[in-house]
Nanobody, 115 residues
């Protein structure tokens, strides 16, 4: 069963934009927070941005502040990525934290930024 379904990755030139989407299945229950993480080859997975659903509080990695925006609508979270840089190249993963303290991950979507 797919709990989180991601879309929107792809290849883009430096300076370009992409918008990632992640739809959460209703089967995972009430969601407290959703976020995006990324993992580049040879590096650890890192937080990009997250949002506390009930209050709309957002948090961003310093490396993406001012360029990326996270927002949500119902059971979907989006990541608008502008002014993309080659160092943003990674597999981007969606994450959902539920009210029962369960954590779910998407399958990942590749984002490649060419210089």
């Amino acid at each position: 069963q797919v709990h989180l379904a991601e879309s929107g990755g792809g290849l883009v030139q430096a300076g370009g934009s992409l918008r990632l989407s992640c739809v959460a299945s209703e089967s995972i229950g009430r969601i407290n927070a959703m976020g995006w993480y990324r993992q580049a080859p040879g590096k650890q997975r890192e937080l990009v941005a997250n949002i506390i659903i009930s209050v709309g509080i957002t948090n961003y990695a310093d490396s993406v502040k001012g360029r990326f925006t996270i927002d949500n609508a119902k059971n979907t979270v989006y990541l608008q990525m502008n002014s993309l840089k080659p160092e943003d190249t990674a597999v981007y993963y969606c994450n959902a934290q539920t009210s029962l303290y369960a954590s779910y991950w998407g399958q990942g979507t590749q984002v490649t930024v060419s210089s």
